[in-house]
């Protein structure tokens, strides 16, 4: 049986000088996707997390597509030893061009990018535009202040409960393939 869920965004850091406990985390969970034959789609940065996600996951024998915007080429912040570099216009169609392809959204630790582009998609899952599922990969606990923080948004009747099972939170890369594997998207 083919596997429905065939390729994955992940939003992660393009920061260097990351400890190294994130950075476990993102080779494994690079290796995990590759074994599986599971695409990766991400923002072609060339450092940091999406680096090393990607990195692995093409040592692993599997695919890397990046997305990234010509102002980001221009500023050298291209990783340029991916599978496929799709370049756009502008930062909104990059992120719209990554939730399209993937099947699935994973986001590991990182910045206002990160937090950003999990919020975007979280928001779009309660639109009803991205109906994937979104994994956020809570390394070393990193996510447990925004995690705090929507479940309090819940408790003050921001976010509807129904709608705080928008996403699914993983301990580890090895977790976040069980959750793929549970939903019966694997």
């Given at each position: 049986?083919?596997?429905?869920?065939?390729?994955?965004?992940?939003?992660?850091?393009?920061?260097a000088?990351?400890?190294?406990?994130?950075?476990?985390d993102?080779?494994?969970?690079?290796?995990?996707?590759?074994?599986?034959?599971?695409?990766?789609?991400n923002?072609?940065g060339?450092?940091?997390?999406?680096?090393?996600?990607?990195?692995?996951?093409?040592?692993?024998?599997?695919a890397?597509?990046?997305?990234?915007?010509?102002?980001?080429?221009?500023?050298?912040?291209?990783?340029?030893?991916?599978?496929?570099?799709?370049?756009?216009?502008?930062?909104?169609?990059r992120?719209?061009?990554?939730?399209?392809?993937?099947?699935?959204?994973?986001?590991l630790?990182?910045?206002?990018?990160?937090?950003?582009?999990?919020?975007?998609i979280?928001?779009w899952?309660?639109?009803?535009?991205?109906?994937?599922?979104?994994?956020?990969l809570?390394?070393?606990?990193?996510?447990?202040?925004?995690?705090?923080?929507?479940?309090r948004?819940?408790?003050?009747?921001?976010?509807?409960?129904e709608?705080?099972?928008?996403?699914?939170?993983?301990?580890?890369p090895?977790?976040?393939?069980?959750?793929?594997?549970?939903?019966?998207?694997?």
């Open positions: 049986m083919k596997n429905m869920i065939q390729s994955v965004c992940i939003y992660c850091a393009s920061s000088g990351i400890d190294t406990v994130y950075v476990k993102a080779e494994k969970l690079g290796t995990l996707l590759g074994q599986r034959n599971i695409h990766v789609i923002g072609a060339s450092i940091g997390l999406m680096r090393i996600v990607s990195d692995a996951t093409i040592k692993a024998g599997g890397v597509t990046g997305i990234i915007p010509h102002f980001m080429i221009e500023n050298g912040w291209c990783h340029n030893g991916l599978t496929e570099l799709i370049r756009t216009e502008t930062m909104h169609e992120k719209q061009l990554m939730a399209n392809l993937s099947d699935a959204a994973i986001a630790p990182g910045g206002y990018g990160t937090l950003e582009e999990l919020l975007e979280i928001t899952r309660q639109l009803g535009l991205y109906q994937k599922p979104v994994i956020v809570n390394t070393n606990n990193y996510y447990d202040p925004l995690l705090e923080m929507l479940g948004a819940t408790r003050e009747k921001f976010i509807r409960p709608q705080a099972c928008l996403w699914q939170v993983a301990k580890t090895e977790e976040v393939i069980k959750i793929l594997c549970r939903d019966g998207h694997l």
